[in-house]
């Protein structure tokens, strides 16, 4: 019953931060690579496992990705983003994750991608032909942007968010909280992919998805597949 009204709290609360958004036309929206299948199911098998041990944190709706930008949109020009991003018949790519779990900022539990010269140059191409769209800074960002760092303010003033670029740093994030909690340290070193992870695999579209204040993916709205 707690986790019920928790999780409709939840809900109210996206709701009402959307309907805000929308009041002056703008939403946050995420574009980001869809996991390959296998990637996908050993997310959902770790997100899991999380879960059961923090039984009184919500786990957030996600779609599992790999963020390759995040910003707030004017909704009626989403359709001209994705045409634009379609327009580029990306190559499929393949991507590699990492064999450890980490914790970032005592909030976010993340699955890494290691890097590679084909997932950087696709993250800055969507970085060139997004910005252009952006309007403002993420409301997750905006809400802390005194504790953050000059470069990551100066990033988050002109793409809206920081880390991106040369501090562009992928992964999946497998569990979001609201709050900071220490906790997830321990949880984290609990939690591990199997051996698929040392195989490179294909994913084979990106996603353009409405996001929650956290930068959980709510819903995919436009799909491209990869070429």
């Not at 779609?63 to 020009?77: A, E, I, P, S, W």
């Not at 983003?81 to 327009?87: H, M, P, R, T, V």
């Not at 450890?100 to 997932?119: A, G």
Request: glycine share 4%; charged share 25%.
């Amino acid at each position: 019953m707690k986790n019920l009204i928790k999780n409709f709290l939840l809900i109210l609360c996206f709701m009402i931060h959307n309907q805000a958004l929308a009041k002056d036309g703008y939403k946050e929206y995420g574009i980001a690579l869809i996991l390959p299948k296998e990637y996908f199911t050993e997310a959902q098998r770790m997100n899991k496992e999380i879960a059961v041990q923090m039984p009184d944190v919500v786990n957030l709706p996600n779609v599992f990705h790999v963020t390759l930008y995040q910003g707030r949109f004017l909704d009626n020009q989403i359709k001209e983003l994705y045409q634009e991003l379609k327009n580029q018949n990306f190559s499929k790519i393949k991507i590699q994750l990492d064999s450890t779990i980490k914790t970032v900022e005592d909030c976010y539990i993340n699955w890494p991608v290691k890097k590679n010269q084909e997932l950087e140059n696709l993250h800055k191409k969507i970085v060139e032909i997004a910005t252009p769209y952006h309007h403002g800074i993420l409301f997750r960002y905006s809400d802390r942007y005194n504790k953050l760092s000059k470069k990551q303010q100066k990033q988050a003033t002109l793409y809206g968010m920081p880390e991106l670029l040369e501090n562009y740093n992928p992964h999946i994030t497998l569990f979001y909280l609201s709050e900071e909690n220490s906790e997830i340290k321990n949880i984290a070193k609990k939690i591990s992919p199997t051996k698929l992870s040392q195989n490179s695999q294909e994913s084979a579209s990106i996603a353009i998805g409405e996001i929650g204040y956290n930068g959980n993916m709510v819903r995919i709205l436009h799909r491209i597949e990869l070429q």
